[in-house]
């Protein structure tokens, strides 16, 4: 195995070489892309070592092996991670020193992959984070998009969406693997296996095939040896695919017709499932994932064991929601049509190896897939899937004997209205555990949402509460923060034991330390009010509270009761200038679905709010209001360190679970919010008293919404009626009242997530928050608790549970290679 050198000049070195054996070129007319290029390689070369050690010695340990199946990762930038992770930050900056350049100019070539839309892609990759440093054998595996999640900009406030071309100018952390490529079919017909007397066993003729290929990303454990691996498909078309006499006679869009159909396929990260237009690519990506990266696993499991007995014992899979389900199906057909196992035998394998994490408890984000689709894409699926069902209705059959109704209920086919693959219902039945990720969440899908299944099979049903990565989000986000922490902590242990934060508890009476807590706050706002005076031209005040909204845009998330907040404040500015209120930022980022109409506009709302009280001379000496464009992984590590205020006021029993509200917290952000997903978590641990809440709980909000009548709020609270009259009244939209008036449309008519009610008891809540931040060493004190007692929430954490209670896994330790 080759070594690379662990001193500044083993490294000075090797950028040299691969700046010139790499890039082609030399240092005198080396441009700023080739500089960022040169050094993501040189840090690579350090963890490629360390993957090789770690092949070799998983290899050798032949461990059970997790493999984690995601649609979507939100990985960030890889360059300030790297650097850390590899040890060699220290490296950089006396040789950038010495050629003129910065680690923030190189940095501003790393562009962040965005394969995911929000906190189930950015949890995936945590996960993946704390699998490495935790020394767990994994594999995450997922689809390489073409286009990313859209750019978000704005045109007259609306929302724009343009493509996200990540990998234009190449991606330096990426290795491709031809070697590895898999060949996977679609549509077609099936037929009965002559030699098979259960009629079980079927042949399915794909009438179209599609080449997978693969490449991976190095995923190294910080303070370890291990670096494991994602891996990412991306679709090409089969080799025959190019009709060269078409070409040849001149029809050259025929001629590459196929090459299209198949690499559309992963052309594109899919934003949201709520319109009909693309679902079939949708279901061909789902399927596309999974056949790819079952057949991989298969490939890697076979390197060292014969048989499928021990295939349960060393593959643990991981469904990532329901979005990678049809693997079950799929490992199904492999098991029983190609490799010709028995079909109970198949079945017990198959449900020994999956376990599925679900997200949501929203019914319309539970999927269904149409059973015509199915049949028609993956014709072979659909009967596996009806023997499935099958099976499975006969053992509640036998539980439950003549319970129609429950039969109905559990089934894995809905009938009504149309007839649809319940895609959860699949997974439940397929899988060895079912998890909810924060433990109201898992409360409520035994109690709601899965409540049939969770009767019928109670034991399988886990909770794990979601973590993040205090790597990503607090050491590299929050560095000024992070050293003062480790300087009171005596050292970085904390890093890899979020626990240790714990130790900063009694510095939250020590006047000292909160007063260097609160500048190195101050000091992460002025770097905001820099990025946000770029990108928007909107000046901030470092000194006013820093009131913080970053999450996708959805109706269940509340954006509009915050906004109807702004609002109420805008109103008592102008009724009273001389009012002595809190100087305060309110700072939204988010993006909406391009097909999600309403927020779409309440997005425009929020813009044209924002303008109207920026722009009036005595409403912005107190108020700022930015909703700061494009907000992705990145510019959440700019704008979390620099938040005093965390909102998170979703309705409660709608939120499954959150991950911003955690970073924020461990950042010392104090978190206003209802009791809703791990809102509750964090609150009985920083203590209610450094916790702002308000608002319905998860029961009396399913209670409030038998016999809701939002008007009636709206009647009864005049500053209420004062917002949503200015909305209505064409204030914000230059006296038109029919642009927004179908945001109030909604608030008064059906206001589906109850913000009207909570409006009061928010709006009540927000002014003991003023109160609170008149005292700064008060503010500062449960900021300091804030971060102390939430180390409960690092990803580790979680993945400790996940190995305890679901996985069933060991470390393997890589040896230092020095
Ligand atoms: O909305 C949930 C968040 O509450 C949660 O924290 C996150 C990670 O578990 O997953 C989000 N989520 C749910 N993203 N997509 C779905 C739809 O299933």
């Known amino acids: 195995m080759r070594s690379v050198g662990s001193t500044l000049e083993d490294f000075e070195r090797d950028l040299f070489s691969n700046l010139y054996f790499q890039r082609g070129t030399t240092i005198e007319s080396a441009s700023g892309s080739d500089g960022y290029h040169t050094l993501a390689l040189t840090v690579r070369d350090r963890l490629v070592e360390r993957y090789a050690r770690t092949a070799a010695a998983h290899y050798d340990a032949n461990p059970r092996f997790v493999y984690y199946l995601s649609a979507e990762y939100l990985l960030g930038r890889q360059l300030r991670q790297n650097l850390l992770y590899s040890d060699t930050e220290r490296f950089v900056h006396p040789i950038a020193e010495d050629l003129g350049v910065t680690l923030e100019d190189l940095e501003s070539y790393d562009v962040e992959p965005g394969l995911g839309n929000g906190g189930l892609g950015r949890l995936a990759a945590c996960l993946l984070d704390s699998m490495a440093t935790l020394d767990i054998p994994a594999v995450g595996y997922g689809i390489r998009y073409e286009f990313g999640i859209f750019k978000q900009g704005f045109r007259d406030g609306a929302q724009v969406e343009r493509p996200d071309d990540w990998t234009f100018y190449g991606n330096p952390w990426e290795f491709s693997a031809p070697d590895d490529r898999q060949v996977i079919g ?24 599609v080449r997978g290929e693969p490449s991976h990303m190095l995923v190294p454990g910080y303070g370890t040896q291990t670096v494991n691996i994602i891996r990412l498909w991306q679709a090409r078309a089969s080799r025959e695919s190019f009709d060269l006499s078409r070409f040849g006679a001149g029809q050259y869009k025929e001629a590459v017709e196929d090459i299209v159909r198949a690499e559309n396929i992963s052309k594109v990260l899919y934003p949201d499932d709520s319109t009909e237009q693309g679902r079939e690519l949708r279901l061909k990506q789902q399927y596309f994932l999974v056949a790819c990266s079952l057949r991989d696993i298969i490939r890697r499991y076979r390197l060292r064991n014969s048989g499928w007995d021990a295939f349960p014992a060393k593959v643990v899979i991981q469904l990532n929601d329901t979005h990678p389900v049809m693997a079950v199906t799929e490992l199904m057909r492999l098991l029983v049509d190609e490799h010709h196992l028995d079909w109970d035998l198949a079945w017990s394998i198959t449900r020994r190896t999956f376990n599925y994490t679900c997200h949501t408890l929203l019914p319309e984000a539970l999927e269904t897939w149409p059973v015509s689709l199915l049949e028609r894409l993956l014709p072979r699926h659909m009967e596996i899937i009806y023997a499935i069902n099958y099976f499975f209705l006969q053992e509640v059959e036998a539980t439950y004997p003549g319970d129609a109704d429950r039969i109905r209920r559990l089934s894995i086919i809905q009938e009504e209205p149309e007839k649809r693959v319940r895609m959860a219902h699949l997974a439940v039945v397929a899988s060895t555990a079912v998890n909810g990720v924060a433990e109201l969440h898992t409360r409520l899908l035994q109690a709601t ?370």
């Open 449 to 818: 949402t899965l409540r049939d299944f969770a009767e019928l099979w109670p034991q399988k049903f886990h909770n794990v509460t979601n973590g993040v990565t205090p790597r990503r989000f607090v050491r590299l986000a929050n560095p000024r923060l992070s050293a003062l922490i480790s300087e009171r902590l005596g050292g970085e242990q904390w890093l890899t034991d979020l626990d240790r934060l714990d130790g900063l508890a009694p510095a939250a009476d020590d006047p000292a330390f909160l007063e260097r807590w609160r500048a190195a706050k101050r000091a992460n706002k002025a770097d905001l009010a820099k990025q946000v005076e770029k990108s928007t031209g909107v000046v901030i005040d470092p000194d006013a509270l820093c009131d913080v909204m970053i999450k996708r845009f959805h109706e269940y998330k509340r954006q509009h009761l915050k906004l109807l907040h702004v609002i109420t404040l805008f109103n008592r500015i102008r009724e009273n200038p001389d009012l002595d209120l809190v100087p305060r930022t309110v700072l939204f980022g988010g993006k909406a679905a391009p097909g999600y109409h309403s927020m779409k506009l309440l997005i425009r709302l929020v813009n044209a709010v924002a303008d109207a009280v920026n722009t009036d001379p005595l409403v912005s000496r107190h108020l700022k209001v930015v909703l700061l464009p494009d907000y992705n992984v990145s510019r959440a590590q700019v704008i979390i360190p620099a938040a005093d205020l965390s909102e998170q006021i979703s309705l409660a029993g709608k939120e499954a679970s959150g991950t911003g509200n955690m970073k924020l917290a461990l950042n010392g952000a104090v978190t206003i919010g209802t009791l809703d997903g791990a809102n509750i978590e964090i609150r009985d641990r920083v203590g209610a008293e450094n916790f702002f809440l308000f608002g319905l709980d998860a029961h009396e909000a399913a209670e409030a919404r038998r016999d809701y009548h939002p008007r009636e709020y709206y009647e009864r609270d005049p500053e209420l009626r004062a917002a949503v009259d200015a909305i209505a009244g064409g204030m914000f939209a230059k006296g038109d009242r029919g642009l927004f008036g179908p945001v109030v449309d909604a608030m008064l008519g059906r206001d589906e997530y109850l913000a009207l009610a909570d409006y009061r008891a928010y709006l009540e809540c927000q002014d003991r928050i003023e109160q609170a931040w008149r005292d700064p060493d008060g503010w500062a004190r449960m900021s300091v608790l804030n971060a102390a007692r939430c180390g409960f929430f690092s990803s580790d954490r979680t993945v400790r549970d996940y190995c305890d209670l679901i996985w069933r896994v060991e470390p393997v330790r890589v040896l230092d290679g020095g």
């Open 186 to 209: 679609f549509y077609g017909t099936t037929a009965r296996a002559l030699d098979d007397p259960s009629g079980l066993r079927r042949q399915w003729t794909p009438g179209e095939t």
